[in-house]
Structure formats: structure tokens, C-alpha cells
């Protein structure tokens, strides 16, 4: 299995452009997280599915940032507008029965 | 929500075992123990799980205590690529049975020479 798959790796944007990132979670797992990590605040939860319906998006930090997942093998995050204050690495993990796999993050920088 | 404690910090010389202490006073019965470590900017890899005992595998041993209110990662032989933020988690179980893991801030082990 090639593991939880991100993309984009590293994204440099303007503040007020709009960026979405994209995850592939391992195939047969049914919990999606996405997650941010900061020098300053660490490892944040951002929002959580299970078999594609989000269940808790209580760390979305504004309405800046949206989840979906569309479907089993596919989930973005997106936030529109962006500002400097949301770069950070960006992490997608995938789970069943507990045991979470990350992806290799997507690194976003908002000038 | 149970919350954990860790050292800050943490030095070991190569090759020798690598002890990481966490506390988790206020876990509650069903709540299991998860350790997981993120080398430099990687995402984080999980290492190891348990509930109430013991458990060994190919990167590591967990023991809990019998209160179950600490725990401490094991790594037998530690190397240079074992330097990494190690994190003790209690799985967080939520309304519905659906369930999340929270970091700390974690432990930064340094291996060295």
C-alpha cells in the first residue's frame, strides 16, 4: 500500500488566494483526520470523518477553512481567502480501528 | 478528556535502551495508551498501543503500570535515527463511539554517540 498520500508537498501563495489541499487515505480505512502543526501550537485537530461524513470540526479554526470528503479515497481541505498566519504543515491521516497512518504533510506558506 | 505529561526533553547514548515516561492520571478505564514519534518535519509514525498490559513489538515495549496513571516507552537499543518528538496520547473516546487522537507537545529524545 503506498500509505496516505498528500499533495501538494510545499505550496507558496499570496494572502487572499484561495489553496486546497488534497489527501488520499489507505484504502479500507474509515476515519480521515486532517491536522496542522505549528512551531507555536503544535500538532492541532482540525476536523475528522468516519466513512466520509464529518463528525467533529470543532478545530477548524474559522470559516476561512472548509473539509469535504467526497468519497472513500478522497478528501480536501481548502481555505479561502488565506492568510500569512496559516502556514504550517498541513497533515492528513487515516485509521481503522485507531491506529492512525499521517501523511508526509503538505508544507503551505502564505506570503 | 484524559490528559498526558511528558518530559520536555531527553538525552540517550546509541545503543543503550531509551525510557520515556508519561502520565496519564486521570485516564479512565476504557481509554487506551498510544505512543507515537515524528522524525524532523515527517509526518507522525505510530510506534505502539495498549490498555491495561504489557505489550512488545518490533520497535518497541509499553509498560503500564498497574493504575494505570503512567506508562513508559521502551526503545531496547536506541540508534541516531531514533531522535525524534515521541508522543504519549490517550485515545480520546467521544460521543457515538467515534474516537480521536490528540497531541502533546511531547518528548524531543535526542540520540547521541
Known amino acids: 500500500d503506498a500509505g496516505v498520500i498528500q499533495s501538494p508537498r510545499h505550496e507558496v501563495t499570496e494572502m487572499g488566494q484561495e489553496v486546497t489541499l488534497r489527501c488520499k487515505p489507505i484504502s479500507g480505512h474509515d476515519y480521515l483526520f486532517w491536522y496542522r502543526q505549528t512551531m507555536m501550537r503544535g500538532l492541532e485537530l482540525l476536523i475528522y470523518?468516519?466513512?466520509?461524513?464529518?463528525?467533529?470540526d470543532s478545530g477548524m479554526p474559522e470559516d476561512r477553512f472548509s473539509a469535504k470528503m467526497p468519497n472513500a479515497s478522497f478528501s480536501t481541505l481548502k481555505i479561502q481567502p488565506s492568510e500569512p498566519r496559516d502556514s504550517a504543515v498541513y497533515f492528513c491521516?487515516?485509521?481503522?480501528?485507531?491506529?492512525?497512518?499521517f501523511g508526509e504533510g503538505s508544507r503551505l506558506t502564505v506570503l | 478528556d484524559a490528559k498526558t505529561t511528558q518530559p520536555p526533553s531527553m538525552d540517550c547514548a546509541e545503543g543503550r535502551a531509551a525510557n520515556l515516561p508519561c502520565n496519564h492520571s486521570t485516564i479512565s478505564g476504557n481509554e487506551y495508551v498510544y505512543w507515537y514519534r515524528q522524525i524532523h518535519s515527517q509526518g507522525p509514525q505510530y510506534i505502539i498501543h495498549g490498555l491495561k498490559n504489557n505489550e512488545t513489538n518490533e520497535m518497541a515495549s509499553l509498560i503500564i503500570t498497574e493504575d494505570r496513571k503512567s506508562s513508559t516507552l521502551i526503545l531496547p537499543h536506541a540508534t541516531l535515527r531514533d531522535t525524534a518528538v515521541y508522543y504519549c496520547?490517550?485515545?480520546?473516546?467521544?460521543?457515538?463511539?467515534?474516537?480521536?487522537?490528540?497531541f502533546g507537545a511531547g518528548t524531543r529524545l535526542a540520540v547521541h554517540p
Open positions: 491521516a487515516s485509521s481503522k480501528r485507531g491506529q492512525g497512518f
Open positions: 496520547i490517550v485515545r480520546v473516546l467521544v460521543s457515538g463511539g467515534y474516537n480521536k487522537l490528540i
Open positions: 470523518f468516519n466513512n466520509n461524513v464529518p463528525i467533529d
